[in-house]
Nanobody, 122 residues
Framework: VQLQASGGGLVDAGDSLRLTCAVS??????YGWFRQAPGKEREFVAA????????RYADSVKGRFTISRDRAKNTLYLQMNSLKPEDTAVYYC??????????????????WGQGTLVTVSS
């Protein structure tokens, strides 16, 4: 199993960016995006899951970010709109078969991409 994240870059506040994560090897119950800002712990951003509860988002990105997945390509996306300087972080994609309680927890994911840096300038 391999996850390859891409799409990061330097943008201005208010801009949009789309992250892509190509997943190879197999399909999973859930896919997620996490991020880690300098000096901070890794935090949950969004997840797309086969559970009936549907997609999940961190409160900080709700209404601005959208997670989606192309099943045919087994590719995960994160559309980020209205970016803020506090969104600056390394973004990681993840895949796994967590129980519903762990969909928004890093412990629920076994496979991780290498990370892509997003920098939002004010």
């Amino acid at each position: 199993v391999q996850l390859q994240a891409s799409g990061g870059g330097l943008v201005d506040a208010g801009d949009s960016l789309r992250l892509t994560c190509a997943v190879s090897g197999r399909t999973f119950r859930s896919y997620g995006w996490f991020r880690q800002a300098p000096g901070k712990e890794r935090e949950f951003v969004a997840a797309i899951t086969a559970f009936s509860s549907g997609n999940r988002y961190a409160d900080s990105v709700k209404g601005r970010f959208t997670i989606s997945r192309d099943r045919a390509k087994n590719t995960l996306y994160l559309q980020m709109n209205s970016l803020k300087p506090e969104d600056t972080a390394v973004y990681y994609c993840a895949a796994g078969d967590p129980i519903t309680t762990y969909v928004s927890a890093s412990e629920g994911y076994k496979f991780w991409g290498q990370g892509t840096l997003v920098t939002v300038s004010s």
